[in-house]
């Protein structure tokens, strides 16, 4: 390899999500509706941009003006049957207008009016002249009138089928089995899961009125908090930032053994700090990272394997975690810098488990790292690139001063602007930063900043007005809004159909019920696996095959399983809110830690990214790599093993995650930090058969064993795992000594 890698282009990895996200697959359009959804989408951002810092609505008035948005755009841009006919723009239909039919116009004007209906009905109606006499919400809660069950009923229906334009089918199918469950409650099959049932109109109560079902906590999060971090990443990755994290990835891990897959690995967990999406981190880093692996001489379906596996790590890792982290901290009722902080060390495991076998397959292979002259210079990426990080400087600083995440992202999103737009040449655009500041100031005065925090975003705005660096033109920004608010369909649609789901669950109590069957289960389950252990030594073992340890063992399996198969396809918010409202309370019942049950159900959830035979990034990978889909699917499941195992650590060992005061120790936590690593390490040798030598199927079988009880936490299991790899560890070691010296670039 001569070549230098080539330099990050937003546009070119915006057009590959175009080419693997089914969210971006809209219709065409033609050219006048065109300019106008263009226009209405980049209005839906900036409305969202304005009221993050200047106040928000009264919130039915908000999630009914998001919701309204979502309807225009979702049932404007999707079609109602997904096929390349039906997106291709034909202007000869006279019942189409801009390519968008008829009854799509209708379906959106329903949709507004359904998300509106709340906010002018909620003082009460008086107009006789259309024979609407309603009094105020409050009086109607639990007695809803007939225009708020017909409005009712349409924006349920249209919740689902926005979910299925947007998504795909298998979301409001798995809503329709709830909706079916609260209507026919008294005829389930399963003693344990009968109920009194509601009626359809009770059904529209619970599901329309705020606070419960479709206008309640998921939908408020989302409008308030996750389409702003979508739109935060965009304008990092356009104003610059993305190239910032490739060029130090570089930096980092090019010039060690198997360099492009280490910065492949690298510069994906740098952009999962900014992105929410696996597919658009894939994209963004793959595009780069993928041919490169491909010329060091990484079979195509590793290299993009490689690059899923750890672009799916975004969606676990801090500080925004697929918007997930939000959500999780006004679930618990828990500041935002617990579930950040509790995230560190999972989110570590799984990087050190894909760069694990990174480096040993490379050092199998053979594989080199960049030459030196091929890497960036360090002191001039950071001349150049330093203005970038200003905007993530403010956006962490704010949110760990105990500030909203909608104003966190605000200033996110106001120094992006002014760091990769404000330019002097252009002195009109000079008002933003003196705007910035003016609020900045203004919010010390009304005692919402304190010194030091308007000090540093005061800081951050002189330095990103001064420096130096290239602008963007103004294109680009409302092309990044306007990008971010169609990254934020597919969330919306989906979270939207999912207050369904937790409307049910709060309805009808079917969390518990469903705790009680899957512990129960789990318990005649380890009842007749019980014999198979009895004859296991005590002294050895302790209780580790108890009728006790047992059951959580199969309950934590039961429960993984189902979180992988409902999580397929699903956008990371939506599905850890369906999840949370599911499995998270048979994980109570077992005596789990709250925390350690949300963040168990958003592992095992996200890991169906990577988990064939639906696992968008790695098709999107596969995709650029030229491999076959299926194949790259089993490689990116296999690198992402470890985000497999650690959820079952910090359910059994929350001293992992830091912030449980109960649970945590300094002695526990690096006990169980250090044997996890070096275990999930022992793996890496096992998947790739090297560790210092090529190993044969014995040594992988033991090593692989040996990392399972390393990675169990307790003493006993770490003497075992020590047992078995000693053998494997001496074996290696001698095998080394007899392999002739090779020097190799990097190393």
């Not at 595009?287 to 676990?316: C, D, W």
Request: proline residues 6%; charged residues 10%; glycine residues 10%.
């Amino acid at each position: 390899m001569t070549e230098r890698a080539e330099p990050f282009d937003a546009n070119a990895a915006a057009e590959l999500e175009k080419r693997y996200d089914s969210g971006l697959q809209v219709r065409e359009h033609g050219p006048i509706l065109a300019k106008f959804l263009y226009g209405f989408a980049v209005a839906f951002a900036l409305y969202h941009y304005y009221t993050a810092g200047f106040g928000l609505p009264v919130d039915y008035w908000h999630m009914g003006i998001h919701l309204a948005g979502l309807a225009v755009l979702i049932l404007t841009c999707f079609p109602l049957f997904k096929s390349n006919a039906s997106r291709r723009y034909n202007p000869d239909r006279w019942w189409r207008f801009g390519n968008v039919p008829i009854y799509d116009w209708v379906f959106a004007a329903l949709g507004v009016l359904g998300a509106l209906y709340l906010g002018f009905s909620w003082q009460g109606l008086d107009w006789p002249w259309l024979g609407l006499q309603l009094s105020e919400q409050a009086l109607r809660q639990g007695d809803p009138a007939p225009t708020d069950i017909f409005f009712g009923t349409i924006v349920v229906v249209l919740a689902l089928e926005m979910a299925r334009r947007s998504i795909g089918p298998v979301l409001p199918l798995i809503i329709l089995g709830f909706i079916l469950f609260a209507l026919l409650g008294p005829y389930m099959p399963i003693q344990i899961l009968k109920h009194p049932g509601v009626d359809w109109r009770q059904f529209i109560n619970n599901m329309y009125f705020p606070s419960e079902g479709i206008f309640g906590k998921p939908l408020w999060i989302v409008s308030t908090v996750v389409l702003h971090f979508v739109l935060f990443g965009v304008i990092a990755q356009r104003m610059g930032l993305g190239q910032f994290f490739i060029d130090n990835a570089m930096i980092l891990a090019g010039r060690y053994t198997g360099g492009p897959a280490k910065v492949s690995v690298v510069s994906s967990a740098f952009f999962g700090t900014i992105s929410g999406s696996s597919i658009a981190n894939t994209v963004s880093t793959g595009s780069l990272t993928i041919p490169n692996m491909k010329r060091l001489g990484y079979p195509g379906h590793f290299a993009g394997g490689v690059e899923a596996a750890a672009s799916a790590g975004g969606q676990i890792t801090p500080p925004i975690m697929g918007a997930a982290s939000f959500i999780m901290a006004e679930f618990l009722e828990v500041p935002y810098s617990t579930i950040v902080i509790a995230a560190i060390v999972p989110a570590l495991m799984h990087y050190i488990g894909v760069i694990g076998i990174v480096h040993f397959q490379a050092k199998r292979l053979g594989l080199e790292g960049y030459a030196k002259d091929m890497l960036p210079n360090l002191r001039q990426v950071w001349v150049d690139g330093w203005p970038t990080m200003l905007p993530l400087v403010a956006l962490i600083w704010v949110l760990f001063s105990g500030n909203t995440p909608y104003m966190a992202a605000f200033m996110g999103i106001t120094l992006c602007i002014i760091v990769g737009f404000v330019s002097w040449r252009q002195p009109l655009s000079l008002a933003i930063p003196i705007g910035a500041a003016s609020f900045v100031s203004w919010r010390y005065g009304v005692g919402n900043f304190d010194v030091v925090q308007t000090g540093v975003l005061l800081t951050c705005i002189v330095l990103g007005t001064i420096h130096r660096r290239e602008r963007k033109a103004w294109r680009e920004l409302f092309d990044s809004l306007h990008l971010g608010v169609q990254y934020a369909l597919a969330v919306g649609g989906a979270v939207t159909a999912v207050g369904i789901v937790v409307g049910v669950i709060n309805t009808t109590g079917l969390g518990f019920r469903m705790g009680a069957l899957v512990t129960n289960g789990a318990r005649d389950m380890a009842e007749t696996l019980l014999p198979l252990f009895a004859w296991m030594p005590t002294a050895l073992v302790g209780d580790a095959f108890s009728l006790t340890s047992l059951q959580l063992f199969l309950s934590l399996s039961l429960i993984a399983m189902a979180c992988i198969f409902m999580g397929a396809g699903l956008p990371t918010t939506a599905l850890y809110i369906m999840l949370v409202s599911v499995a998270q309370p048979p994980l109570a019942q077992l005596g789990v830690p709250a925390l350690a049950s949300h963040m168990f159900v958003l592992y095992y959830g996200v890991i169906s990214e990577i988990t064939p035979p639906v696992c968008a990034s790695a098709y999107a990978a596969a995709g650029i790599a030229g491999a076959n889909p299926f194949r790259t699917g089993i490689s990116a499941f296999t690198l992402g093993l470890a985000k497999l195992m650690v959820p079952m650590v910090f359910v059994y060992q929350p001293a992992m995650l830091i912030v449980l005061p109960e649970y945590f120790t300094w002695w526990k936590f690096i006990h169980v930090s250090l044997t996890c690593a070096t275990g999930i390490l022992m793996i890496a040798t096992a998947v790739t058969g090297y560790f210092l030598a090529n190993m044969g199927v014995i040594s992988r079988l033991a090593m692989a064993f040996a990392g399972l009880f390393l990675v169990a936490p307790g003493f006993t299991s770490d003497m075992i795992a020590l047992a078995l790899a000693a053998p494997v560890i001496i074996a290696q070691l001698m095998a080394r000594r007899d392999q002739p010296k090779v020097t190799t670039a990097g190393e």
